[in-house]
């Protein structure tokens, strides 16, 4: 199975900072990586698929990129409605796996 | 709007069984593979299973393989899991979740709500 190691596992911002999570996958992927946010009692939502590509209806403050193993989620500008959980998936075989999440919190 | 309406989640005793569905509407529900994933209380996400468009394909987790059944009824609109045998590990909350695909490409473009199955004695 493929691993998919994310990091950091949590932290703190203010509204308006930049934020950048890292996705790291044991083997090479392509481009075959998701990213998802996850607000409490809540169901998650698709931000990003293909590594880069931004769904409809998601804020052009996020954006993705990465190739091979190593892959970045990267928001802009922080607004308060983006305190929420994240976490990325590999698309690129079965099992299909996720990444341990990272939790962005209120500074 | 895609909807995706789960039922069927509880307490059951280990070796007992349960069935989760999924009421699908707001897409053509045959048009597109389906999967279930779970979350175990402060545990990450972990996929369960996939049925492609067509009942004839269907893949599973190895820590489910021979204990779960996924089925869909596309004259109805509906998903299932079948959950047999069920384990302690088995605790989790369960997603209904559609992929962008009819055989799958691995991207889940939306879930339903959740439905907690919790197995204890």
């Known amino acids: 199975d493929i691993q998919m190691t994310q990091s950091p596992s949590s932290l703190s911002a203010s509204a308006g900072d930049r934020v950048t999570i890292t996705c790291r996958a044991s083997q090479t992927i392509s481009s075959h990586l998701n990213w998802y946010q996850h607000k409490l009692g809540k169901a998650p939502r698709l931000l990003i698929s293909?590594?880069?590509t931004l769904e409809s209806g998601v804020p052009s403050r996020f954006s993705g990129s990465g190739s091979g193993t190593d892959f970045t989620l990267t928001i802009s500008s922080l607004q308060p409605e983006d305190f929420a959980s994240y976490f990325c998936q590999q698309a690129f075989s079965s099992p299909w796996t996720f990444g341990q999440g990272t939790k962005v919190e209120m500074k | 709007e895609v909807q995706l309406v789960q039922s069927g989640g509880g307490v059951v005793p280990p070796g007992g069984s349960l069935r989760l569905s999924c009421a699908a509407s707001?897409?053509?529900?045959?048009?597109?593979?389906m999967h279930w994933v779970r979350q175990a209380p402060g545990k990450g996400l972990e996929w369960v299973s996939l049925i492609n468009w067509s009942e004839g394909s269907t893949q599973y987790a190895d820590s489910v393989k021979g204990r779960f059944t996924i089925s869909r009824d596309n004259s109805k609109n509906f998903l299932y899991l079948q959950m047999n045998s069920l384990r302690v590990e088995d605790t989790a909350l369960y997603y209904c979740?559609?992929?962008?695909?009819?055989?799958?490409?691995?991207?889940?473009?939306?879930w339903g709500q959740g439905t907690l199955v919790t197995v204890s004695s």
């Open positions: 979740v559609k992929d962008i695909r009819r055989v799958t490409f691995g991207v889940f473009d939306s």
């Open positions: 707001g897409f053509t529900f045959d048009d597109y593979a």
């Open positions: 293909f590594a880069s």
